[in-house]
């Protein structure tokens, strides 16, 4: 009962609650008069802390904004000279002839390239992301399933030249049976058309494999997250309802994860769009626009930077330049689009649920 | 439409932890069923294994039988997805599908039946949320979004989405306990409808309720912290609440509990 507070304090003095003590002992402690004084003392209520983190946060997101301008400034002020200096459109022309007076360059065919090596990336990676991740959120048995998570974020970890490696030295050649046989039936669909059957397959569909197996750990690891944070409530009602396994994840969990799976594409899709090193290592590029995705041809913005940029000076780096700003366009694009589809069913997102 | 459930030795398991132990009763059709007792006393477990939504929890396990007329739930060749579709459930936090209209919650089960007429399906919703009463607040607005309603409203459109499916058996856990006094009056009379056709089981803590819209009451208890839950006795409510046959019954209901 008798503690030293207790002492100091005159008899009949009102004592605030215990809780009041440890929280500003020495106020109280030395004279009663500045332990009433406590409320209007905020020296001790942590204020500085609060201006610093204040400060700190809103500086961290006024730095950002002032990177991002200061990128998108660098990049249009060298693009608009290199394409000043163009001799063709920038925008329609396939060519890159950047060594040559005059110089004649344009985004045609490395933007195409890559479009199309992206959305193959896409259209390989997304549903199988989406298979892996719902087996360990819901199918797999708890070990396994922690096992496996790992695995994934191993493998997001592993940096882009090690599957370009691996593309160019073990799939490359693996990728002459699958080529052919989509070729013998898939021809009529013109994009599975191969003008010489039997090339080795440095194509763009062969660098999308590879991107691909690139991304599927980001969105694996993502959606998994999404879709564990799915509410039981919501699973149980529908099972509840009879649902069987597959119909609970079709009806609850899918549908909540929905814009979770948006932005976990999206993450990978401005992956593959900026992917260098892989494509570098496995496509053999020409500027050519061709849709036969299996032809060894084509070339993507980031592996032309990367491959251009060593023997390039002057205007031929700012044309490099002004194809990067292209890439951040794209990239731009892609992810506003993909807020569109979030933000159309925002009141239906079970965000707030 | 209503069955009867005639349940025998039956226990349940989370693990290696039984948390039910050797139950037997009988619930009547065409009338509320209400089970009360001290939290962890095993009645939610108990109401859960009645359409087999206990196994979907990692590790839990059921022994015994449950008969639903002369049908074993729990039978060699029993799908426990059928098992739902007969047996509905409501639960204590309303639940709809967050990412579905109020219309596309009421459906959803006959979705899951197969039903793809639009005709059928509408018909099928306006006469759940009439059953619900909640057709006349929410008519205007079927396409909006049902996690847009009121946490009684909520509640209701669960219940009109539970007897969608037109099931036996109606199973409510706890369905007034996160609700504000006017929105529980509103399901208790709900409760009061639906038992002209469905066999419908109730947990609840509060006695009033259990008081009010039950016919017969089971007072559940465990013995101590770590023991099993039991059942007590099953009574008529007139019985439980005036003149129980167990002393622990009547202390339970008058508070002199513990």
């Known amino acids: 009962m008798e503690t030293p507070r207790d002492t100091s304090a005159p008899p009949g003095d009102q004592q605030p609650p215990q809780g009041a003590h440890t929280a500003t002992p020495n106020l109280a402690g030395s004279s009663p008069q500045r332990g009433r004084s406590s ?16 400060f ?21 002020v060298r693009a608009i000279s290199a394409i000043s200096a163009n001799h063709g459109n920038f925008l329609t022309t396939a060519e890159w002839q950047t060594q040559t007076d005059p110089i004649t360059f344009g985004i045609a065919a490395i933007a195409l390239g890559t479009i199309i090596s992206a959305v193959v990336a896409m259209a390989l990676a997304v549903p199988v992301a989406l298979g892996i991740a719902l087996f360990i959120s819901h199918y797999a048995p708890r070990r396994i399933a922690q096992a496996l998570g790992y695995v994934v974020d191993l493998l997001a970890a592993v940096p882009s030249i090690v599957f370009g490696l691996w593309g160019a030295l ?35 569909f062969t660098v999308g494999v590879v991107l691909a197996i690139m991304i599927l750990p980001i969105i694996t690891a993502v959606t998994r997250e999404i879709f ?29 994860g929905r814009s979770g799976i948006i932005s976990a594409s999206m993450l990978g899709l401005g992956r593959a769009l900026g992917e260098t090193m892989a494509v570098a290592t496995v496509l053999s590029p020409s500027y050519v626009i061709n849709f036969h995705i299996l032809d060894p041809a084509g070339s993507t913005i980031a592996q032309n930077i990367a491959s251009q940029f060593g023997e390039s000076q002057g205007t031929g780096r700012d044309a490099l330049i002004a194809a990067g700003l292209v890439l951040f366009v794209i990239t731009l694009l892609v992810n506003g689009g993909a807020r569109l589809i979030i933000a159309r069913r925002k009141e239906y997102s079970g965000a707030d649920a | 439409m209503a069955k009867r459930i005639d349940v025998s030795g039956l226990n349940a398991y989370y693990g290696g932890f039984r948390a039910v132990e ?188 259990a008081a009010r819209v039950s016919d017969r009451t089971a007072f559940f208890n465990l013995s101590g912290v770590g023991q099993p839950g039991r059942l007590i006795e099953i009574d008529s409510t007139e019985k439980i609440f005036s003149n129980p046959s167990v002393q622990a019954t009547e202390d339970y209901i008058s508070g002199r509990f513990g």
């Open chain 1, 170 to 204: 073990f799939l490359v050649p693996h990728m002459i049976g699958v080529n052919a046989w989509l070729n013998q039936y898939f021809s009529w669909t013109y994009v599975f058309h191969q003008n010489e059957p039997g090339t080795q397959p440095r194509s763009l």
């Open chain 2, 22 to 209: 050797d139950i037997s009763m009988v619930v009547e059709p065409r009338s509320v069923t209400a089970f009360i007792g001290p939290s962890g006393c095993g009645k939610s477990t108990f109401l859960r294994t009645l359409n087999r939504m206990h196994e979907v929890i990692p590790g839990a396990r059921v022994e015994g039988k449950v008969l639903l007329d002369d049908e074993n739930l729990y039978g060699a060749n029993i799908d426990p997805v059928a098992v739902r579709r007969t047996v509905g459930m409501v639960f204590q936090r309303p639940n709809p599908f967050p990412t579905m209209s109020i219309k596309e919650n009421v459906a959803a089960g006959l979705k899951l039946n197969g039903v793809r007429n639009k005709k059928l399906i509408d018909e099928a919703v306006e006469r759940s949320l009439r059953g619900a009463n909640l057709w006349n607040e929410v008519k205007d607005r079927l396409d909006k979004p049902g996690a847009g309603l009121s946490g009684g409203q909520q509640q209701r459109l669960c219940i009109a989405r539970a007897i969608a499916v037109e099931p036996q058996v109606l199973l409510m856990d706890e369905p007034c306990s996160a609700l504000d006094p006017i929105s529980t009056l509103a399901i208790e009379d709900l409760i009061g409808q639906l038992k002209e056709q469905f066999t419908i089981v109730i947990v609840t803590h509060n006695m009033q309720q």
């Open chain 1, 39 to 54: 409320l209007s003392d905020s020296s001790r209520t942590g204020r500085r802390g609060d201006a610093i983190f204040k």
């Open chain 1, 56 to 76: 700190a946060s809103s500086g961290s997101g006024v730095l950002l904004l002032v990177i991002m301008a200061a990128i998108a400034a660098f990049l249009t």
């Open chain 1, 228 to 256: 564990l944070q799915v509410p039981r409530a919501h699973e149980e009602a529908a099972l509840a309802l009879g649902a069987t396994r597959w119909e609970m994840i079709r009806t609850a969990v899918i549908p909540f």
